[in-house]
């Protein structure tokens, strides 16, 4: 079965840094896609930072020049470097790919963690 798994978060001043680490796990074949997302309360969910199995990457505009989104293919993992953190970044953000699992007749399924908490606060 597979699965992802956040880990990485917790609480930081205004300014801080975050490293935000997901691992896919179980039997897969190929991934394709990954990203981040966000929902902090009473918002809709939204993309944080993405990046393709070729290295291309796209963030919201929110997050331009302060997180850097990365990936190691080799083991199944991305990952989001955030720096200048700001309170409005507070939210529990979740780890999303594109998985083409072994017992799934070859069908590419749409994975997502359950998520780790970031409180950015004085």
């Known amino acids: 079965q597979v699965r992802l798994v956040e880990s990485g978060g917790g609480l930081v001043q205004p300014g801080g840094s975050l490293r935000l680490s997901c691992a896919a796990s179980?039997?897969?074949?190929?991934?394709?896609?990954m990203g981040w997302y966000r929902q902090a309360p009473g918002k809709q969910r939204e993309s944080v930072a993405t990046i393709s199995s070729g290295g291309f990457t796209n963030y919201a505009d929110s997050v331009k020049g302060r997180f850097t989104i990365s990936r190691d293919n080799a083991k199944n993992m991305v990952y989001l470097q955030m720096n200048s953190l700001k309170p409005e970044d507070t939210a529990v953000y979740l780890c999303?790919?594109?998985?083409?699992?072994?017992?799934?007749?070859?069908?590419?399924?749409?994975?997502w963690g359950q998520g780790t908490q970031v409180t950015v606060s004085s």
């Open positions: 999303n790919s594109d998985i083409l699992p072994e017992d799934s007749g070859m069908l590419w399924g749409d994975y």
């Open positions: 179980g039997s897969i074949i190929s991934i394709n896609a």
